[in-house]
T-cell receptor, first 114, second 112 residues
Framework: KQEVTQIPAALSVPEGENLVLNCSFT??????LQWFRQDPGKGLTSLLL?????REQTSGRLNASLDKSSGRSTLYIAASQPGDSATYLC?????????????FGEGTQLTVNP | NAGVTQTPKFQVLKTGQSMTLQCAQD?????MYWYRQDPGMGLRLIYY???????DKGEVPNGYNVSRLNKREFSLRLESAAPSQTSVYFC???????????FGPGTRLTVL
């Protein structure tokens, strides 16, 4: 059974710092991996999607990488801002077909201090 | 595009009452999902629908029923609410091309 772990559970950094959030998964046979952001009391917003054949995806100050063989993904946030404060969730779609269902990590709660 | 919408946003029920949570998407997605989110438990899949006319159980289906009314709408029904069903409920849908999943804003349900 696929398991997804995100470490650390919480992270506090000063504004302007570059930071890395980690996601690990137990089964390297994945279809894709998706990073989400969740603000308090809100739904999940999709940030980046990496297909199994890709190594990384970028959107603005965000860069997500994928290393299937080691079962790891990282989300890099450049020049962090207080508005980046949120919980970041990683989710893996297992298997070799698109029909499988996402398995979520429990998230990293990020606080960026002004 | 409104994306994925959910109603109501908040609801308080008494034990034993019933209610239906509504979800709609305007992105023409085939697959739709219902999750619940609880502190320390993460997101857990309740039911999903791979396409119009089909539904399947997820991890935690007990106490719930679903209806895929048409391609746009997927509802979740609690027939006899219990305090253990106090949670935040999220509906989601998935694109069929790149398989990216999108979530609604959630329904915060309290069962007294």
């Amino acid at each position: 059974k696929q398991e997804v772990t995100q470490i650390p559970a919480a992270l506090s950094v000063p504004e302007g710092e570059n930071l890395v959030l980690n996601c690990s998964f137990t089964d390297s046979a994945i279809y894709n991996l998706q990073w989400f952001r969740q603000d308090p009391g809100k739904g999940l917003t999709s940030l980046l999607l990496i297909q199994s054949s890709q190594r990384e995806q970028t959107s603005g100050r965000l860069n997500a990488s994928l290393d299937k063989s080691s079962g790891r993904s990282t989300l890099y946030i450049a020049a962090s801002q207080p508005g980046d404060s949120a919980t970041y969730l990683c989710a893996v779609r297992p298997g070799e077909t698109s029909g499988s269902r996402l398995t979520f990590g429990e998230g990293t709660q990020l606080t960026v201090n002004p | 595009n409104a994306g994925v919408t959910q109603t109501p946003k908040f609801q308080v029920l008494k034990t034993g009452q019933s209610m239906t949570l509504q979800c709609a998407q305007d992105m023409n997605h085939n697959s739709m999902y219902w999750y619940r989110q609880d502190p320390g438990m993460g997101l857990r899949l309740i039911y999903y629908s791979a396409s119009e006319g089909t539904t399947d159980k997820g991890e935690v289906p007990n106490g719930y029923n679903v209806s895929r009314l048409n391609k746009r709408e997927f509802s979740l029904r609690l027939e006899s609410a219990a305090p253990s069903q106090t949670s935040v409920y999220f509906c989601a849908s998935r694109t069929g091309v790149i398989n990216e999943q999108f979530f609604g804003p959630g329904t915060r349900l309290t069962v007294l």
